[in-house]
């Protein structure tokens, strides 16, 4: 047997924690609960977690702030709970690092989904490390910078395989468009969302079987892409 | 009159002269026309450079008159024997009306000057008038009381045409009719001219019209070249000039309470844009916290993986849950019914005790965990609306329940002071920083350490300050460094007298 995966639920809000909390263990994780941002970092750098869910509103520290310290030292899939309203920090602590985010209020299915996808990239990637990635019917190879759909290469520019494999890397994470943009065209692009969404949209084409209804680059409205490199449950 | 008296004194006074003149050289035997001649030319002058023209002439007639009959030959005759001497006459004549004419001018350069001053420095006091009013309503009304004042007029009106009706404002002590149709056709004429007219210092645009046998002086009220207005003024002439100084002092002062009112507009709509925001902000996660716990403690309970004493857990969560979404819910729409005024004062003889009862028992369930300690000194009827006085105090009730630590003991003093009812509350909390002492009773106000604290909404205190303030009563905050933060209510109260006085026998 597995041992179960660890979360820390980082929430002031004591019902939040109720109610979170018995989901998750009674879904087959294990939970430590922080109330604050310093505890969560105590007990972060305690007892290594599998994966923080960490909410943006804290007393102390900002959230922000939490997700930036944290990936100072570590590779754990973050998902942040945000409440605000404000695009604004969810997209910072994306840049930041965190991996992804729920929107308060969350249902339970969401945020459990999330939660199985983080997990799911880290053991992935500690498997892989092989040069090539294959979802679905869709296989990446990195160093030959050839995809294949179905035994069928597909003809990618330069520009197209570059997202592709910046996205498919990174798979089943959020990256912001600011991240994207500035990763592809550079930091001065940043301010030019347009360039991103004709790529999007040519290598859509290319690579998915319904362009209309995306399978593999899923769209975050407002905040950036993911690869998915497994179907939406 | 008097004028007129003073300068027959005047003639009087120089015929004297002249004769004492005329006397004593004589005596003297002096008979040197020279000598004698520019001593009469001096007497003339100085009583003509005083004096108005007819006395000039007077005295220099007389003058000429008295040299030729008593020191030219043939003396004793009025006739001119050598034509030179035509000439001393001439000169005599000459000499005193060029004195007299510069006099006067200068005299009337004087009058002039001290006319004016006397306008500008009401023009200026005016202009400080307009300076000092800010509330727009009451603005014009004053503006026109205070030219009035200033320009000791009989009657005063402001004039302004707005969507084609007239606007007028009145003061004086005279009350005049204005004709609309004449005020507009003097507006409609100021409007089709702009002309200045150099010497009388006017633009274009007076009028006067004489209504119930009064002359009434209009002047347009012009800020820049754009007429906004009339100015009508009865009673003392104000000169020209002035009254178009008048009439631009006024238009500023119009001008000026716009722009307060436009400002003051602006502000408003940017406080109830921030509130929006705020509210937005604060509702916003005071809603989403705890629909998330209610969904996830109902996929708890819908799963078959809790044991019954976790199942209880979470379903007292959900009930729990579900009571904070409704005391937001009521403190909304307590919010919204006391934004749209619809709350109203209804005063009652009540017994304070009763209040504190009511307010108990309102927010029972917070207090639940707390000892509250009530001593009610004064319990006499007082007249007050008991339905707003507990709500209010219920809010600062529950407000204590949650700053104090669970079991810590809330004190809640009532009592008569001079004539109002002070409500006490005192709590075993924190405290209240200094910083934020004057902003709890702030709409979404926190305290920086109470965002850990589930349940308050930000908006209890200021329904209370918002409750009370219906009824004249008010709400400060304290701290008392031995326990924690003191809030305390006073309203003004009619007490019964007969039963205060039958409670203390």
Same mark, same amino acid.
């Given at each position: 047997m597995t041992t179960r995966p660890r979360i820390l639920l980082v929430d002031d809000e004591i019902a939040i924690q109720r109610s979170v909390g018995p989901l998750l263990r009674s879904h087959g994780y294990d939970v430590d609960v922080a109330g604050t941002g310093t505890e969560a970092l105590k007990q972060f750098a305690a007892d290594a977690p599998d994966l923080i869910i960490l909410d943006l509103g804290l007393p102390d520290i900002q959230g922000t702030e939490v997700c930036r310290r944290i990936r100072l030292t570590s590779n754990s899939p973050i998902v942040v709970l945000s409440a605000r309203g404000t695009e604004g920090d969810k997209v910072n602590a994306l840049d930041l690092g965190a991996d992804d985010y729920v929107t308060k209020p969350f249902g339970p299915a969401e945020l459990l989904a999330r939660i199985r996808v983080s997990l799911r990239r880290v053991a992935t990637e500690a498997r892989e490390d092989t040069g090539r990635l294959t979802a679905g019917d869709l296989t990446i190879d990195y160093d030959r910078r050839r995809v294949v759909r179905q035994g069928v290469e597909i003809r990618l520019t330069p520009k197209e395989f570059e997202l592709l494999t910046l996205l498919a890397r990174q798979h089943d994470r959020v990256l912001t468009h600011r991240a994207i943009l500035k990763a592809i065209w550079g930091g001065n692009a940043v301010e030019q969302p347009e360039h991103l969404w004709t790529l999007v949209a040519q290598l859509r084409k290319k690579i998915e079987p319904d362009p209309a209804n995306p399978r593999y680059l899923l769209s975050e409205p407002w905040v950036g892409y993911r690869f998915a490199s497994s179907p939406p449950d | 009159m008097r004028w007129r008296h003073i300068e027959s004194l005047r003639v009087g006074l120089g015929i004297v002269a002249l004769g004492v003149c005329t006397g004593l050289y004589h005596a003297w035997s002096i008979a040197n026309p020279a000598i004698v001649a520019l001593t009469m030319l001096m007497v003339v002058l100085v009583v003509a450079a005083q004096a108005a023209r007819w006395v000039a002439v007077t005295m220099s007639v007389t003058a000429t008159l008295a040299f030729n009959f008593f020191f030219l030959p043939p003396v004793g005759t009025l006739t001119i024997a050598d034509p030179q001497n035509w000439v001393v006459l001439f000169t005599f004549l000459a000499v005193s009306l060029v004195a007299s004419h510069l006099s006067a001018v200068a005299r009337n350069r004087t009058h002039e000057a001290v006319v004016r001053r006397d306008e500008l420095a009401r023009l200026f006091d005016l202009s400080r008038d307009v300076l000092v009013v800010t509330d727009s309503h009451q603005a014009l009304a004053s503006l026109a009381r205070s030219i009035a004042r200033r320009f000791d007029l009989e009657f005063v009106a402001i004039a302004i045409p707005k969507d084609g009706e007239w606007g007028i404002l009145t003061a004086g002590s005279v009350p005049v009719d204005l004709d609309t149709r004449e005020l507009s056709h003097a507006f409609a004429a100021a409007k089709a001219s702009l002309e200045f007219d150099a010497h009388s210092r006017t633009y274009a645009g007076h009028r006067t019209m004489v209504v119930q046998g009064r002359t009434v002086q209009l002047v347009p009220l012009r800020v820049g070249a754009r007429p906004t207005g009339l100015l009508a003024v009865v009673g003392r002439l104000v000169e020209a000039g002035t009254l178009d100084a008048l009439g631009g002092v006024v238009a500023l002062a119009i001008e000026r309470t716009q722009f307060l009112d436009d400002r003051r507009a602006g502000e408003l709509a940017r406080q109830s844009d921030a509130l929006k925001t705020a509210l937005l902000a604060s509702i916003g996660h005071d809603l989403k916290t705890p629909l998330t716990s209610i969904r996830a403690a109902a996929a708890n309970l819908q799963?078959?993986?809790?044991n019954e004493a976790d199942r209880q857990d979470q379903s007292d969560l959900i009930l729990a849950e579900v009571d904070r979404l409704n005391r937001l819910f009521q403190d909304i729409l307590e919010m919204a019914r006391i934004d749209a005024g619809a709350v109203a004062a209804e005063f009652r003889w009540v017994y304070p005790s009763e209040i504190v009862a009511a307010a108990r028992d309102q927010v029972g369930h917070a207090l639940r965990g707390h000892e509250v300690r009530a001593l009610t000194a004064d319990d006499v009827p007082v007249k007050l609306d008991p339905r707003l006085t507990a709500a209010a105090l219920a809010r600062l009730l529950e407000n204590a329940a949650q700053y104090s630590p669970d079991g810590e003991r809330i004190t809640l003093q009532t009592r008569l002071v001079d004539d109002a009812l002070e409500l006490q509350v005192q709590d075993? @909390?924190? @405290?209240?920083a200094a910083c934020d002492l004057p902003h709890v009773f702030d709409r979404f106000f926190r305290g920086r350490s109470s965002r850990s604290r589930p349940g308050g909404t930000g908006m209890g205190l200021w329904i209370a300050r918002s409750l009370l303030e219906i009824e004249g009563g008010r709400v400060w905050a304290d701290n008392d460094p031995a326990t924690g933060a003191i809030f305390t209510v006073r309203v003004p109260v009619e007490v019964n007298a007969a039963a205060a006085a039958m409670d203390t026998e």
């Open positions: - | 799963g078959q993986y809790l075993h @909390g924190p @405290g209240i």
